[in-house]
């Protein structure tokens, strides 16, 4: 009787083991990398217009989505976009939740360490935006004692203060635009896209961008360190292609009026 009653508990020990084993196997992700299955399982937020957003027929658009589609159909590959919150974007790609993330991630450095990048798809670098009529603001340099519109923790903002502006608090650039355009402030810092994409659905508004010294950046296709270097040579190959036959520059008169996939 105690044989059968230990092997009946060795048996109830064994099956809870295995359980407890498949639901550990459930958690993980089954998600592969791009050169496992020639599929991108894309990152993005789709709340961010225009590069990542749902149109009025709530079909996912924007300017990192056509380039991604255009990438994988240079190289032959399937796409697949999983939508997720800029916070947990790269916790996402960590855990394998997608492959890749498209959604205008700048390179830099830090990123670099625990990142690897494709070739930049989008260049873009600060301008100062004044109404078109000011003849005093010129340069950046001009705006010391000035009123701007920033966010206060941006680079933007930092770069504001830096040039000894007076700062009016804002949430984002489509705000700090509404205060310059009823004259409540001077101007805005910000990158050359986002006025780009302004005055693309704004034509007429009264504003111009001014040139100057603020940092310039790169967006690139972002994968984890475990993915094929081969991979990434290939998607490369397809950027530098679709860059030489112009349908990149294409994609990006699209949604800005100007060619921002080359420096």
């Keep these: 009787m105690k044989k059968i009653f230990y092997g009946l508990v060795a048996g109830v020990i064994a099956m809870t083991l295995t359980a407890c084993g498949n639901e550990s196997s459930d958690k993980k992700s089954d998600t592969k990398t791009v050169s496992e299955d020639k599929t991108f399982v894309v990152g993005t937020e789709g709340t961010y217009a225009p590069f990542s957003f749902h149109d009025k027929n709530d079909k996912l658009t924007g300017y990192d989505i056509d380039v991604t589609k255009a990438v994988a159909k ?9 939508e997720t919150q800029w916070d947990s974007m790269f916790a996402g790609l960590d855990s394998g939740r997608f492959n890749v993330i498209a959604n205008q991630v700048g390179i830099n450095k830090e990123r ?19 109404n078109e009529n000011n003849k ?42 509404d205060l310059l355009q009823s004259n409540r402030v001077e ?48 998607v490369n190959k397809a ?25």
């Design 136 to 177: 005093k603001i010129k340069s950046f340099d001009d705006v010391k004692g000035k009123k701007l519109a920033q966010t206060f923790t941006s680079n933007y903002g930092k770069l504001a203060k830096s040039k000894g502006a007076e700062i009016t608090k804002v949430d984002g650039f489509n705000q700090a635009m």
């Design 239 to 263: 950027v530098k292609k679709l860059k030489d036959n112009g349908e990149l520059a294409k994609i990006s008169k699209k949604w800005f009026g100007e060619d921002v996939s080359k420096p």
């Design 74 to 82: 240079e190289m032959g590959y399937k796409v697949k976009f999983k």
């Design 187 to 234: 101007g805005t810092f910000n990158d050359n896209i986002s006025y780009l994409d302004y005055k693309k659905q704004k034509p007429n508004a009264k504003v111009k961008a001014i040139e100057g010294d603020a940092e310039k950046s790169q967006s690139a296709f972002t994968f984890s360190k475990k993915e094929d270097d081969k991979t990434i040579k290939e």
């Design 112 to 130: 670099k360490e625990k990142y690897k990048f494709s070739e930049p798809y989008t260049y873009s670098h600060g301008v100062l935006v004044v």
